[in-house]
């Protein structure tokens, strides 16, 4: 990919970032933790730690953010920032789906057909 800016750089490196670690862990922790017997608190406690871990690697998208996101508008749609997130959004709200009680094991046996 072509960058305009290192600013695009940092905002790349963090979506890909949280994509492909945070977002993929979380979908991995979610269908760990229904396995619990007390799944909910599991989850709450898994989400809260991705969450930290996921503003913790942000500094440097943090420091560039609102710049970056007028640029974004300008060039395109905010359909795009959230597309470059989209595994974080599914894992994480796949995670909290796990924590609202939405997510059961046997929900997800029900679903899978072998």
Same mark, same amino acid.
């Given at each position: 990919?072509?960058?305009?800016?290192?600013?695009?750089?940092?905002?790349?490196?963090?979506?890909?970032?949280?994509?492909?670690?945070?977002?993929?862990?979380?979908?991995? $922790?979610?269908? =760990?933790?229904?396995?619990?017997?007390?799944?909910?608190?599991?989850?709450?406690? +898994? /989400?809260l &730690?991705?969450?930290?871990?996921?503003?913790?690697?942000?500094?440097?998208?943090?420091?560039?953010?609102?710049?970056?996101?007028?640029h974004?508008?300008?060039?395109?749609? $905010?359909?795009? =920032?959230?597309?470059?997130?989209?595994?974080?959004?599914?894992?994480?709200?796949? +995670? /909290?789906? &796990?924590?609202?009680?939405?997510?059961?094991?046997e929900?997800?046996?029900?679903?899978?057909?072998?």
């Amino acid at each position: 990919m072509l960058y305009n800016s290192s600013e695009e750089i940092i905002a790349e490196d963090y979506f890909k970032f949280i994509n492909d670690t945070i977002g993929f862990s979380a979908l991995g $922790m979610s269908l =760990v933790s229904i396995k619990f017997q007390n799944s909910s608190g599991v989850a709450t406690f +898994l /989400f809260l &730690v991705l969450l930290v871990w996921t503003f913790s690697k942000g500094k440097e998208y943090q420091k560039i953010a609102n710049r970056y996101l007028e640029h974004m508008k300008k060039r395109k749609s $905010m359909f795009q =920032v959230f597309w470059n997130m989209k595994f974080y959004l599914l894992g994480m709200a796949t +995670l /909290f789906s &796990v924590v609202v009680g939405a997510l059961s094991e046997e929900l997800v046996n029900s679903l899978v057909i072998f």
